[in-house]
């Protein structure tokens, strides 16, 4: 069984940065693909970047390249997502999910473990 807490969201301006945490439990896989995806109020669930179990990034659009970064710990119970320069259109709920295939497209579809979430709001 897998169970994920995100954890580290808060409130902040604009310009300013969030590191974002998700606790992982689970049994050991071969193959996975762990991802952070975001739900602003009213809109679609979406996903936001996603880390393969090979250590490589998987981007879903480049609305956060470049001022976000995926990583995971050196034992690989937490996964991280690191906000900087953060957007008011950055403000939503935020939720871990974990998939035992590849991160391909990151559809949501393919995840069926999901956290929480924790919130993020950015003030102009």
């Known amino acids: 069984q897998v169970t994920l807490a995100e954890s580290g969201g808060g409130s902040v301006q604009s310009g300013g940065t969030l590191t974002l945490s998700c606790a992982f439990s689970?049994?050991?896989?071969?193959?996975?693909?762990m991802a952070w995806f975001r739900r602003g109020a009213g809109e679609e669930r979406e996903a936001v970047m996603g880390l393969t179990n090979g250590g490589r990034t998987q981007y879903h659009s480049d609305s956060t390249r470049g001022r976000f970064t995926i990583s995971q710990n050196n034992d690989k119970n937490t996964l991280f997502l690191q906000m900087n320069s953060l957007k008011y259109e950055d403000t939503a709920m935020y939720y871990c999910?974990?998939?035992?295939?590849?991160?391909?497209?990151?559809?949501?579809?393919?995840?069926?473990?999901w956290g929480q979430g924790t919130q993020v709001t950015v003030s102009s």
């Open positions: 689970g049994p050991e896989s071969k193959r996975w693909c």
């Open positions: 999910a974990f998939s035992n295939w590849a991160c391909g497209a990151l559809s949501r579809l393919n995840f069926i473990y």
